[in-house]
Structures are given as C-alpha cells and as structure tokens.
C-alpha cells in the first residue's frame, strides 16, 4: 500500500539558484540510472556534464519543480522546459560530446531525434512544456510524489499560458505514471528494433528489463 506524501514536504517552483543542489541529487538518483544510458552503456562518464547543462538549461525557464523535506533537503524534482518556435528544450539532446564519443552520441541523438523532433507541427499548438528527470529519492518513493510533482508542473504550465504539456518517458514506470494521469501516447520507440540512419546500423542494445521502449506522451490543459 503507497504511503501517503509528507504534510511536511514544501513543493516549490525551482530556479538557478538551486543547480547545485540540482545537479547533486541528479547524479546521485538519475544520471547512471535512466534506461537511455542503460541499454547503450558506453561513455557514462559523459553523463554527469550532459545532465548539468541540462539542468542549466531548464532552470533558466524557471518552469521545474523541486520537493524539499522539513529540513530543506531536495527529495523529488521534475524539469521543465519551454518550447516554441523560438527556443527548444528538448528532453535529452546532448551538446556536449568528447573526442572519442561520437557513436554514443550519435545514438542517444538519434533516439531522442526519432521520438521529439517536429512536435510543434504535430500537436498544432505554439508553445509547450516538456518534462524531464522526474526523480524521487528511493526513500520517499511510493508516496504518491512524482504524481505531485506532475500535477505541480501542470499548474506551471498554466501560469505561464502553456497550453500542452509533453515528456519522453524511457522507462516503464513513468509511462505507466503518465498514463494514470491522462497523458497521450503520441509516438513509441522499441530500443531493440532502433536503426540509427545516421550511423546505418541498429547499434548494441544491452537488456534493461521491464523497460523496453521510450514512448513520446502529451496532454492538453485548460490554461484559460
């Protein structure tokens, strides 16, 4: 049975003055973790710098949301970032590759390219939201918090006259999440059947049971 969420917790809109707690809880629950980087395995050494900038990136919009305890500790946070015609925050592209990384790069691009690009044209809207690095602390989990967080980002959104709310949900858990609470699935990607055209193969797939694909989901909002 899920605990209930700690009347203690204080939920609150993130910006660049919190990267550096950010960019440690990151690392900590995330950066090895997340099923992209599982299933290629090859140059995880890169992830720490990749989702930094991600991070930084995101808090400029100050559209994230961070979960702290009664002690000020972070404990659950999700990324959000604007995109319209004008500037992309797409969940994952990685713009920071070392000399001999090309082909891994290559790889997670191409995925990331395969699921995300054109999504203005396709969901007819001017502007949207999309979510990344929903994470909450292992201690904390099954209380019903990354449903907070969704719920607290939904409301971002609307605040800020975003009508559409998007995520790439790579594992098996989030996509069960995100369709509890009403997202759309818009396109699906199945990690054993990628073919990278960029690099004209499928490349090595390392199993990550139960996550088997990455599906694409959005939902509209009234932000009347």
Do not use: W
């Amino acid at each position: 049975m899920a605990k209930a969420v700690n009347e203690n917790c204080v939920f609150s809109v993130l910006t660049e003055k919190d990267l550096d707690s950010c960019v440690a809880f990151v690392h900590e629950y995330y950066t090895f973790s997340e099923p992209f980087r599982v299933i290629v395995d090859q140059y995880l050494d890169e992830c720490p710098q990749i989702d930094t900038e991600r991070i930084k990136k995101k808090l400029t919009d100050e559209a994230s949301i961070g979960v702290f305890d009664k002690n000020g500790l972070l404990i659950a946070t999700g990324f959000g970032g604007i995109n319209d015609k004008f500037q992309s925050s797409l969940c994952c592209k990685c713009q920071t590759p070392a000399k001999d990384s090309s082909r891994y790069l290559s790889i997670i691009n191409g995925m990331i390219s395969f699921l995300e690009d054109g999504l203005l044209d396709e969901l007819q809207t001017n502007k949207f939201l999309m979510i990344a690095i929903l994470v909450v602390h292992p201690s904390h989990r099954r209380m019903g918090l990354a449903s907070k967080v969704v719920g607290k980002l939904e409301e971002r959104a609307h605040d800020l006259g975003i009508g559409c709310v998007v995520v790439n949900a790579s594992s098996a858990y989030s996509q069960k999440l995100f369709e509890k609470l009403g997202y759309k699935k818009l396109r699906q990607l199945m990690y054993a059947d990628f073919f990278d055209e960029k690099l004209q193969c499928k490349p090595f797939i390392k199993p990550n049971p139960p996550h088997d694909s990455a599906v694409l989901y959005f939902k509209f909002i009234n932000c009347s």
